[in-house]
């Protein structure tokens, strides 16, 4: 099992950015495909982008392609996700995710969860 810990949201200008952090609990870090999912007010949860265990392969949504970008450290059991060029419509609460390593991460789909952290874009 691990345990997740978002962190880096906050309040930012259009077209400004961000990056968001994920700690992970335990040893076997590297055992797991990372995600990001974000769920917006009214709306329904939703994929960002996903990351396989060893890093070499990631996933976009089309809405974030070519914006955002997933990355990941093994040896300090940390995701990130790196957001540019933000839209008022990419405010949300961000949701870091983990699941067992898999040999896709297409559709990724998250078994362990951190608690969210907010990411509002003012227009």
């Known amino acids: 099992q691990v345990q997740l810990v978002e962190s880096g949201g906050g309040l930012v200008q259009a077209g400004g950015s961000l990056r968001l952090s994920c700690a992970a609990s335990g040893r076997t870090f590297s055992s797991y495909d990372m995600g990001w999912f974000r769920q917006a007010p009214g709306k329904e949860r939703e994929f960002v982008a996903a990351?396989?265990?060893?890093?070499?392969?990631?996933y976009y949504a089309d809405s974030v392609k070519g914006r955002f970008t997933i990355s990941r450290d093994n040896a300090k059991n940390m995701v990130n996700l790196q957001m540019n060029s933000l839209k008022p419509e990419d405010t949300a609460v961000y949701y870091c995710a983990a699941t067992p390593r898999k040999w896709t991460i297409i559709p990724f789909s998250g078994d362990y969860w951190g608690q969210g952290t907010q990411v509002t874009v003012s227009s």
């Open positions: 990351i396989s265990w060893g890093g070499s392969r990631t």
